[in-house]
Each structure stands twice: as structure tokens, then as C-alpha cells.
């Protein structure tokens, strides 16, 4: 896959910048309609906004009230899409709206909201919505705050717990279908040729080795690095290349964080969206693998985009609210397993403007209007409606290249884990492994990996210890992080535990598995001693970089006055009484 040598000698008709869902999404949709595709990512697959978000499949239900009705409707075909060619990833999801007078959304605004959404979703498998009196409403959720409650509202969308792995398979796809993918790979220069992008400079993060990337004699580049779009576009402006991009800017992104519980006293039982009560903010509190996911935030942001943390003031504030809805929950700081924040790659806007009504729909920019004929960037765009944009990327790269446009394969084409529970795929692996590996890991891996959970197991005939545990309190195998390593494109420990498992998210940041999964990579997936102590060292900076919230990190060591007469570090003389 990082044969660079050969790389260099092929032309591309397709070069994807950005491997996050969308650019996962073209590069599958761009090889399987028979273009010669490259997808270049500068850290890991799904590593950005795509890792960061509240993990729904859903329409859009507050897009409702910006009218963006076509958004909400291109939503609700994409989430029934998804169910059907991805079920093990994307799973049906209940949610419950309680409706509190003196808010900004009285009872018969959501109850119009309902009625909307099923309109816009009448092709929909999932069941149509239901209101619920008060009285109704009391009876079932009976921890919920009282105050002014008027009622509520019930209504399905979807979940995909494992976002990352919706990526991943994208990603699989592509590579399946014929396209070459690289994660740590960056792009550092766009080489211009007269009025189009004729070739990239690149890097192997991982050895520090330069290699080109060359386009086709109709190649099109797509830019789809997320919050890094105007980056990109940046890199154009080398001392030795022209220039080929104006000076708009683009993207103009809004921070979201998250936090990670366990069940609490009161929990509910369905996802609940609901209004924050100092604000009027709608937030999640949904149930997600065996915890509770509580978010987001949504904050302009214009800092560093390869160092984003949940602040210490937004992790109170979603603690704050979530105990104002369930005064039962008192939830502290020291229930807080995770967090974690991301940018979405909302269009640049006047930073005055309310965060909530930036339109959450996707702009495909051509850059043909700035003197470069052959780029496109996307701003904007949805995990939920993903492949939608993937295709009209595609689309839209075949008749820049002045050819037909075949037709999309990706709306009835599944996934390449697809399976459903009642496969006979599962019992048969039940039946052979169920000897060796947990009944609760085998079912785990098929949540996971769907149908290619089979190859994660049949590691575990090569060699018998990878089917023990990582940690007794999770269902995770030893086999996961060699699978990974060997099949799924994982370089780094943070790979492992964020992207290809939730280890980091289910045991404190993944900080004491840090000694059973080098053990694990020393003996079956070829990492040195010395390659190990590296990743460890590299896994604590991330962690304290972008997950550990600053109030669990100690504090920095002052400098010692040069008068006290000792060096830093040492301890002070002890004064007699």
C-alpha cells in the first residue's frame, strides 16, 4: 500500500486530498465508476472532524426551523440508505424531545417539527413519531426535571457508534474497488501547470520520505480536508509555484465538545435531545456503548486545528445541564471517563452571527472562478449524508474531465462488513470459536467488524493467545490490534485505541492497556522494543493534547528564583520553628 516508488510513476485521474468520511466516500464512488484514484491523508483515516461527532445517523431535525428543508430531506434518504447497506455500523435510535414552557421551542412548534419530519421522510422503514402528554410524559421518564414540563415528543433516527470504522470502510472499499489509499502521507505543495493543478508534493509522515503525486492529463484534485480546506488551498502559494488560489476564506469552523459518563442514577433508557436550560441550546444524552455520550458545544474557533480540547468550561457547562434536565444525575467532574472536541467545516460567516444558524449544508467550491480549472473544494458536509456529497463530487469530476457520467453504485452497493444478526455468517463462527473466545467478544467483534469480524478470528488459529482479553472488564481481543496492524492500516497506538477499537473511550483514556498492547505488538505484529517506548511517549502527549481534560493534567513546575539559592526541582531547607 506505501509503495511510493511506483506511485510516483502512475497518473491519477482523481487525486482526493482529505480522509475523513467524505474523501473515503469519493475515493470508493470515483474507482468504483473506473477512475484511476489516489486518496492522500496526512494522519490517520477518519482522524478529524469525522472521529469528533455525536455519532447520529439523523435528518436534521433543528435544520426545520432554518428552512433548510432540502438539507432535511437529503438527510432522511441518506440515513435509510445507510441502514440498509451498512446495519452492523448504523442501527435505529430512539430519541425523546421534552417539551418545557418559557423555552425557545413551545410544545406545538415540536409537535409541527414531527409532522415535518415524517413528511420529508415518507419513504422511511424506521416508525413514524409520537407525542406524549404530560401526565404520559411523567410516566415514562419519571428522573426528568418537572419544572414547567408541558410534554414531549418521540422519534427515530439512527446511531452509528463506531463512526470511525463507517470511515474505515470506506476507505476498505476504495482500496477493494481499486483505488490506493495513504493515511500519513501529506500533502505540501500544489504544482501548478498553467491553469490547472498538474501534480502534489508529498511527505511519508512516518519516514520523512518526499514523493509526487501526478495527475492524469484531465485529473481532478478534490479538497476534502475538512476544517483544513483553507490550508490546502494555501499550500499553492510555495515561493516556487504560482499562485494559483484567491485570498477568500473559506471555512470558518465551530468547535464541539463532548464528554463520556457512565450509567448514572436517572439515566434514561432512550436518547434524550433536549434544551439546555441556561441557554436554550439543544444538546444529546445518548446511550452509547454501555456509557452515555453527552453533547456538544458549538464555539467559533480560529486555533490550532491539530491541537482541539474540550475546554474546561464546556465540559462544566454539559455536566451543569445535563444534572438541570436529571437533577437525580449529579454529575461531577470525576465522572468523566472521555472528551473529546472537534471543528465542523461550517462556510465562513460573520463571526457575529449566531452559531446555530450557520446552514449546515455543503458547498462544493469550484475553483475555476480563482484561475485553477481542475480543483474542487468541499465546504461543509454531514457524516449522516456522506455518500450523497461523495457522489456529487464524482459527478462533478466527470464532467470537468469532459466525460459521461456513469451511473453511482454506492446507494445499493453495501458496505464490506454488511451483515445482519440472523446471518449464518455468526452462527458458524459461534460454533468454531466459541471454544476459544468469549461469547460476548464474538458478538462484540460482529458489531465492529460485521461480516469481516470472521478475519479477526481467524487470527486466533495462528496463534491461540490472541483470542484472550485485552483487559477482563472489555470484550476486546488481543486478535483486534494485529488485525489492525495487519489489515486495517494502524501505525500508531492512537490508531488502535480511538479509530480501529473504543479502548480509549471505555478504560481512562487507554492509559494502563498501554503495557498488554505493546506485549501484543512486540510478539505477533513486528513493532522493536524501542518502536513501542516511542509510541507510548507519543500516545501521553496526544492524550494530555486533545482528551485529558486540563483540571486531571498536574500542574507545570515554576521556575525557582535564582535568589533561594537551589536548583529547580529541589526540595526547600527547612526552617527551624
Not at 268 to 282: C, H
Not at 553 to 573: C, H, T
Request: hydrophobic share 35%; aromatic share 8%.
Amino acid at each position: 500500500m506505501r509503495d511510493f516508488q511506483t506511485i510516483q510513476t502512475q497518473p491519477y485521474d482523481l487525486i482526493v486530498i482529505g480522509g475523513g468520511v467524505n474523501g473515503a466516500g469519493a475515493a470508493r464512488d470515483a474507482a468504483l465508476r473506473g477512475l484511476k484514484t489516489i486518496l492522500i491523508e496526512k494522519g490517520d483515516f477518519a482522524s478529524g472532524t469525522s472521529s469528533w461527532s455525536t455519532r447520529l445517523v439523523h435528518g436534521g431535525l433543528r435544520y426545520l426551523e432554518y428552512f433548510e428543508f432540502p438539507l432535511v430531506r437529503e438527510s432522511l434518504k441518506e440515513r435509510e440508505i445507510l441502514l440498509r447497506t451498512a446495519p452492523h455500523l448504523v442501527k435505529p435510535l430512539l430519541l425523546t424531545v421534552p417539551v418545557y414552557g418559557g423555552r425557545s421551542r413551545p410544545y406545538w412548534k415540536i409537535w409541527a417539527g414531527m409532522i415535518l419530519y415524517d413528511i420529508f421522510s415518507y419513504d422511511k422503514t424506521l416508525p413514524t413519531h409520537r407525542m406524549l402528554p404530560k401526565t404520559k410524559f411523567r410516566q415514562l421518564f419519571r428522573s426528568l426535571d418537572i419544572e414547567n414540563l408541558k410534554g414531549g415528543a418521540q422519534y427515530y433516527d439512527g446511531q452509528v457508534a463506531h463512526a470511525e470504522r463507517l470511515c474505515l470502510e470506506n476507505i476498505l472499499a476504495a482500496s477493494e474497488a481499486g483505488a490506493t489509499v495513504l493515511n500519513y502521507a501529506e500533502v505540501t505543495g500544489l504544482r501548478r501547470e498553467g491553469k490547472r493543478i498538474g501534480s502534489l508534493q508529498c511527505k511519508d509522515v512516518l519516514t520523512g520520505e518526499p514523493f509526487e503525486v501526478k495527475g492524469s492529463e484531465k485529473a481532478v484534485v478534490i479538497n476534502t480536508s475538512g476544517p483544513w480546506v483553507d490550508r490546502i488551498c494555501e499550500l499553492g502559494r510555495e515561493k516556487e509555484v504560482a499562485s494559483p488560489l484567491s485570498q477568500k476564506r473559506h471555512i470558518g469552523g465551530t468547535k464541539g465538545s463532548h464528554i463520556i459518563v457512565d450509567p448514572f442514577p436517572g439515566a434514561p433508557e432512550t436518547s434524550l435531545y433536549v434544551e439546555a436550560k441556561s441557554d436554550g441550546r439543544p444538546f444529546f444524552i445518548v446511550p452509547w456503548l454501555g456509557m452515555y455520550l453527552i453533547g456538544t458545544t458549538d464555539i467559533y474557533f480560529n486555533e490550532n486545528l491539530d491541537a482541539i480540547k474540550a475546554d474546561d468550561d464546556e465540559i462544566d457547562y454539559l455536566l451543569r445541564e445535563t444534572n438541570g434536565i436529571i437533577p437525580t444525575a449529579e454529575l461531577s467532574r470525576q465522572d468523566v471517563k472521555f472528551t473529546y472536541s472537534g471543528v465542523r467545516p461550517l462556510p465562513y460567516v460573520d463571526p457575529n452571527k449566531k452559531t446555530a444558524s450557520i446552514s449546515r449544508n455543503h458547498i462544493l467550491y469550484d475553483h475555476k472562478k480563482d484561475g485553477v480549472e481542475n480543483l474542487i473544494s468541499l465546504i461543509g458536509g454531514k457524516l449522516t449524508t456522506y455518500r450523497q456529497v461523495a457522489e456529487e463530487l464524482v459527478d462533478a469530476s466527470f464532467r470537468k474531465m469532459g466525460r459521461s457520467v456513469p451511473p453511482c453504485q454506492t446507494d445499493k452497493k453495501p458496505l464490506p462488513g454488511a451483515i445482519l444478526p440472523d446471518d449464518s455468517r455468526l452462527g458458524q463462527a459461534l460454533f468454531d470459536y466459541r471454544p476459544r473466545v468469549p461469547l460476548k467478544s464474538i458478538h462484540h467483534l460482529f458489531s465492529m467488524y460485521g461480516a469481516r469480524a470472521v478475519e479477526v478470528l481467524q487470527l486466533t488459529d495462528e496463534y491461540p493467545e490472541l483470542a484472550e482479553k485485552i483487559t477482563p472488564a472489555l470484550p476486546d481481543i488481543k486478535a483486534q490490534i494485529i488485525y489492525g496492524v495487519r489489515s486495517e492500516m494502524a501505525h500508531t497506538l492512537v490508531d488502535l485505541t480511538r479509530r480501529r477499537t473504543t479502548l480509549a473511550m471505555h478504560a481512562r483514556y487507554g492509559l494502563e492497556l498501554l503495557p498488554v498492547l505493546t506485549e501484543t505488538l512486540r510478539k505477533y505484529g513486528g513493532w522493536s522494543p524501542e518502536q513501542c517506548d516511542r509510541e507510548v511517549a507519543a500516545y501521553h502527549d496526544y492524550m494530555k493534547r486533545n482528551c485529558i481534560p486540563d483540571y486531571e493534567l498536574p500542574a507545570p513546575e515554576l521556575p525557582v528564583p535564582a535568589e533561594s539559592g537551589r536548583s529547580p526541582g529541589e526540595e526547600p531547607a527547612q526552617t527551624p520553628c
